[in-house]
């Protein structure tokens, strides 16, 4: 069965610093992977996916996850954080050709000034 | 285009009460999902639609929840003798359809609180 793991309920970074927000999966086949964000009082919205292809994704707003199959990780990075930044993030996996994502519990992204 | 909205955005009840919540998927989305999610908890799948083909209810938690999509459309989740335990952020989300290389698109959710 798929399971998604994130580590960190809460993670808190200074504006301008490192972001990451770490992810781990298991499923017994290759999966697809997503990112997705929510921001207060509003829907998820995708990130980024891997699918296929190279390992490095890029995503929206400068956000970059990267597939680690030996790892079993796909966890998201931005370089510098920003303000608007803060919400809450939420790790996905999809076996290929099903349909159903099986979420991760979410991590809450602050942003300190 | 519009996105999926969903109505109402709030709704307070009390238990015992039946509710229904309405999801309108985007336009030419054949796939459509409801989502439950929790104080501290992940997306919790409830039901999926497919086109015309018969949705998947695994994730129900029980047979007080039901859901239907009427004409391929418009979807709504119906939630039987409410409890307090049902209180949480019911989300719908629309795609072009299978393969997950598609998308999900999430509405804004409505909020259930049963007292």
Redesign the interface.
């Known amino acids: 069965a798929q399971s998604v793991t994130q580590l960190g309920s809460h993670v808190s970074v200074s504006e301008g610093a490192l972001v990451l927000l770490r992810c781990n999966y298991s499923s017994s086949v290759p999966p697809y992977l997503f990112w997705y964000v929510q921001y207060p009082n509003q829907g998820l919205q995708l990130l980024l996916k891997y699918t296929t292809g190279a390992t490095l994704v890029k995503g929206i707003n400068g956000f970059e996850a990267e597939f680690k199959k030996s790892e079993t990780s796909f966890h998201l990075t931005k370089p510098s954080a920003h303000m608007s930044d803060a919400a809450e993030y939420f790790c996905a996996v999809s076996e290929i050709g099903g349909f159903k994502t099986i979420f991760g519990a979410g991590t809450r992204l602050f942003v300190k000034a | 285009g519009a996105g ?1 909205s969903q109505s109402p955005s709030n709704k307070v009840t009390e238990k015992g009460k039946d509710v229904e919540l309405r999801c309108d998927p985007i336009s030419g989305h054949t ?1 459509l ?1 409801w ?1 439950r999610q929790s104080l ?4 919790e ?1 409830l039901i ?1 639609f ?1 086109g015309n083909s018969a949705p ?1 209810k695994s994730g129900l938690p029980s047979d007080r929840f039901s859901a239907e999509r009427t004409g391929g459309s418009v979807s709504t989740l119906t939630i039987q003798r409410t409890q307090q335990e049902d209180s949480a952020v019911y ?1 719908c ?1 629309s795609s072009l359809g ?4 598609y ?2 698109y ?4 409505t909020r259930l609180t049963v007292t």
């Open positions: 999926v796939a999902y989502y501290g908890q992940g997306l799948f999926y497919q998947d989300l989300a299978t393969g997950q290389t998308e999900q999430f509405g804004p959710g």
